[in-house]
């Protein structure tokens, strides 16, 4: 059964940052690729930032420069630290991992931003 459970999201004032962590059950952890989406009211949910295995990254154009994704397969945790955030960084983000063909998400994390 693979767990994902995301931690870090509140209310935050625009140009602040805030660091989302997602813990995930075991053994997986360290051979699969790892994301971060998120998802707005009445949007739909978009690619924010991805590590591989191998530690590569990708970023959504909108995040560029100002998140950094980042894995500790000894924790079995993946961190997204969220600077300069803007209100338009406003939604629930997910952690979501991607095994044999499944995806699998967690439950999300509210992530507001203020003007």
């Known amino acids: 059964q693979v767990q994902l459970v995301e931690s870090g999201g509140g209310a935050v004032q625009a140009g602040g940052s805030l660091r989302l962590s997602c813990a995930a059950s075991g053994s997986i952890f360290s051979g699969h690729p790892l994301g971060w989406y998120r998802q707005a009211p009445g949007k739909q949910r978009e690619m924010v930032a991805i590590i591989t295995s191998g530690f590569y990254t990708e970023y959504g154009d909108s995040v560029k420069g100002r998140f950094t994704i980042s894995r500790d397969n000894d924790k079995n945790t993946v961190y997204l630290q969220m600077n300069s955030l803007k209100p338009e960084d406003t939604g629930v983000y997910y952690c979501?991992?991607?095994?044999?063909?499944?995806?699998?998400w967690g439950q999300g994390t509210q992530v507001t931003v203020s003007s």
């Open positions: 979501n991992t991607f095994i044999l063909g499944i995806d699998y």
